[in-house]
């Protein structure tokens, strides 16, 4: 029973970015930590227990170690940001949209993304009527074009280090910032948010690599 309530309370605790950075910086009371996990999640435990557990969550190795690299890898982070960005989703065969890409008489910079039928090109708004006449109507299936760019190059060893794009992620949803599109080529971040959330979204990631100094 003990082993079981650790792994839900750790796994609440994992889950939350907030807490973990709270608990990092020894700023929260674990009583009340407790208290809020047992009526926010209904678990029907002691709170004995799960103040213990958080307790043990703390001095977990793994946890420290975790933290210790991440801290280490937002440090040096290069942030910069870029707005008038539109991203136009076609339903298209890769090579088809290549041929058709390949096509522009000056080479225009964009970014592809892709999923399992579709796929979204992310290119800067003056350059968007050089793109647009390359696809029918029926190929595009929208276009978004009040969308800014931030840029987060951190330390290379991201790309081996678990939770790099978790703590972004989170970090941002702290913020109540609804991530567009995600472009990840490690160790650059490429996060895209419609532009009114562009100056809280880059003061959210400039917040993570101050709170590491």
């Given amino acids: 029973m003990g082993q079981a309530i650790n792994q839900q309370v750790w796994h609440i605790l994992k889950s939350d970015v907030a807490i973990q950075r709270d608990l990092w910086r020894q700023i929260i009371n674990t009583r009340a930590l407790a208290k809020y996990i047992i009526e926010a999640y209904e678990l029907q435990t002691s709170l004995d ?108 060893d991201a790309i081996s280090t678990k939770g790099v794009l978790a703590r972004i992620a989170g970090e941002l949803s702290l913020s109540d910032i609804n991530i567009h599109e995600f472009v990840v080529v490690p160790p650059e971040f490429l996060i895209y948010v419609k532009q009114k959330d562009i100056v809280a979204a880059h003061k959210s990631m400039l917040a993570l690599s101050e709170e590491t100094t």
């Fill in 49 to 156: 227990a799960v103040i213990s557990s958080i307790r043990r969550f703390q001095t977990e190795e793994s946890f420290q170690e975790e933290d210790k690299k991440l801290h280490h890898i937002f440090k040096s982070a290069v942030i910069s940001t870029k707005n008038n960005m539109t991203c136009i989703t076609v339903a298209l065969r890769l090579p088809d949209l290549l041929k058709r890409v390949c096509t522009i008489a000056s080479p225009v910079p964009f970014r592809i993304t892709s999923g399992s039928e579709e796929f979204k090109i992310i290119i800067d708004n003056p350059h968007v009527h050089k793109m647009k006449p390359l696809f029918q109507k029926s190929e595009i299936l929208s276009i978004d074009s009040d969308l800014s760019e931030i840029s987060v190059t951190v330390a290379e």
